[in-house]
């Protein structure tokens, strides 16, 4: 006997039980109160038909609802699912099932994903909305897909939840996104760091190549860019001095550029205002100058660090628009997070500068009056040897060799570490004629010797001392001076006397006079003039009084009137 048929019958409010004998005559008839389990079933069981009495305001609605919904749902991006409380699904939306592979109706939720991972935050979403409450979860698929799920109770008055709607929304390309963006934050801070051991074991050049070396991996294994090129800017100069390069052409890689919006290519525009820039087509940009072989597009972004432009990043491509937002906003997060490796490195570096540095002033402090000293005495002995005992003599200068060459050896340490200290670099700019001049400094004042050598030798020059006038005199006629101080009140000699003879001892040094605040009792000062004095010093003088009596041509003679003092300087 012929199976007589099931037929699906949509009841609504108004539909009585009995109203429906001339439709069974036989038949199976499986009766729904609601649209959702009428999609379950139809897409679930076989059915040789649908009935529906349209007289019924609730089913006209229902039908009504029936073709939106279906329109909409195979228009939806998003796929939805219908799943029994045994987690089976019931039907599915076109979305869904092109996940799947085909007919989803009938398959266990996960089974159909293909047994996805549940990342979380609720790790069972299905049983959190069975219990009544909607569920959110992210669910990672074996094909590296990543499935954003929301699990939505359909609730009844008064009957056990027997139906959940699942939305599941592809976030594939957010989920990649943000992985490429907390890779590249956490590479950022492995960029300069470095332990505590080795940080006192590396040098600055090895500090340098360690974050060119962890730059160039980041850049190629992270960001996939064959073609980088890195510039620090020099502040003093406007110059964007190569830091790393790959890819570039030797004589790109070479090329002197400026923080400069015009004349500069796009790396001293973007330099000059701090702007990114996203160069799509190479051959119609009137700002690019050619960088890689065959480069089609570019982008440049500034690095920048306590609100300050400290340096650019390029990276380009032989691919014409190969660059959009995406790689703009990753380049953007890389250089904030490589310019602030690159402060790290700088103050790290300054810091080891630093220390190094003020460790050789504190013993250049302590060293300079005892070596003047030897060298003073040394001198006073090789003054009285000389044409008597010709091997003494050539030991006694033997010593002030030695002693010299200490002293020397102090100066260039600092000198190396001057980078550290833009002050002695602004200082040896300031006055370049300065470095390597030989000074002597007669002065009775410990405090004015020290503050001899502290000064002067920040600009390069070579500093002794002489405690009184037998002292000054002595080492003039044994050595040989660019410059003489002398004050003019010297224990055991007047100030025109020493001046006379310091002058006929080195008749080729400057010789400059010092007075306390102009106090010349002796008239000293007067004479000299008569004898050809051109430069006067008055304490407490001023630096750059001193840099200038220094630097100044011989042919242009001095004031006669004491400079004031403000601003003055105890030296």
Request: hydrophobic share 40%; aromatic share 6%; glycine share 6%.
């Amino acid at each position: 006997m012929a199976d007589p048929g099931r037929i699906l019958v949509l009841e609504g409010p108004a539909q009585s039980a009995g109203g429906l004998d001339h439709l069974a005559q036989g038949r199976e008839l499986v009766r729904v109160d609601n649209l959702l389990h009428g999609l379950a079933l139809l897409h679930s069981e076989p059915f040789d038909g649908v009935y529906a009495d349209i007289r019924d305001p609730a089913v006209r609605q229902w039908a009504g609802n029936l073709m939106q919904a279906d329109h909409i749902l195979k228009a939806l991006p998003d796929g939805v699912a219908v799943v029994n409380a045994d987690l089976r699904i019931l039907w599915a939306n076109s979305t869904f099932e092109a996940w799947t592979g085909g007919p989803a109706a009938g398959k266990g939720f996960y089974d159909a994903l293909g047994s996805p991972e549940i990342l979380g935050p609720d790790y069972s979403p299905f049983h959190t909305a069975l219990a009544g409450r909607t569920a959110t979860t992210r669910l990672h698929r074996h094909d590296n897909h990543y499935l954003e799920l929301q699990v939505t109770p359909v609730l009844e008055e008064n009957s056990p939840i027997v139906q959940l709607i699942t939305l599941s929304r592809d976030v594939t390309a957010e989920t990649h996104q943000q992985q490429k963006l907390d890779a590249l934050h956490q590479a950022g801070q492995k960029l300069s760091a470095l332990a505590p051991d080795q940080l006192a074991e590396m040098s600055i050049e090895e500090r340098v190549e360690l974050l060119k070396t962890n730059i160039r991996q980041l850049t190629r294994d992270l960001l996939h860019y064959e073609v980088v090129e890195i510039r620090l800017l020099d502040r003093q100069t406007g110059r964007l001095e190569p830091l790393l390069e790959e890819g570039m052409m030797p004589e790109a890689a070479q090329r002197v550029l400026h923080a400069r919006a015009e004349g500069n290519g796009i790396t001293g525009f973007v330099a000059a205002t701090g702007k990114s820039y996203l160069c799509p087509d190479t051959s119609t940009d009137p700002l690019y100058i050619e960088g890689s072989p065959g480069a089609h597009s570019s982008l440049t972004v500034p690095l920048i660090a306590q609100d300050q432009v400290i340096g650019t990043f390029n990276v380009e491509s032989p691919e014409t628009n190969a660059f959009g937002e995406d790689d703009l906003k990753f380049a953007e997060i890389f250089s904030r997070e490589l310019a602030n490796a690159l402060h790290t490195l700088e103050l790290l570096t300054a810091e080891k500068r630093s220390t190094a540095s003020q460790s050789i002033d504190a013993v250049n402090r302590e060293v300079v009056l005892p070596v003047d000293e030897i060298l003073t005495a040394a001198t006073a002995v090789l003054d009285r040897y000389i044409g008597h005992d010709p091997e003494m003599a050539d030991k006694l200068r033997q010593i002030l060799v030695s002693a010299r060459s200490l002293k020397q050896c102090i100066q260039k340490v600092g000198e190396n570490l001057a980078p550290a200290r833009p002050a002695a670099g602004q200082a040896e700019a300031a006055a370049p004629r300065l470095k390597g001049l030989r000074v002597l400094v007669a002065d009775n004042d410990e405090r004015v010797r020290r503050s001899a050598h502290g000064i002067l030798g920040r600009f390069g020059c070579v500093v002794e001392t002489a405690r009184d006038g037998q002292e000054a005199l002595t080492m003039a006629r044994l050595g040989t001076y660019d410059a003489i101080l002398c004050d003019i009140r010297l224990p055991d000699v007047s100030g025109f006397e020493i001046f006379q003879k310091l002058r006929k001892a080195q008749p080729n040094a400057r010789t400059i006079l010092m007075t306390a605040y102009g106090y010349d009792p002796s008239h000293s000062i007067v004479k000299a003039r008569q004898e050809g004095l051109r430069f006067v010093l008055y304490k407490p003088f001023r630096v750059d009084q001193l840099l200038d009596a220094l630097q100044a041509p011989p042919e242009e003679p001095p004031s006669p009137n004491p400079p004031p003092h403000s601003e003055s300087v105890p030296v």
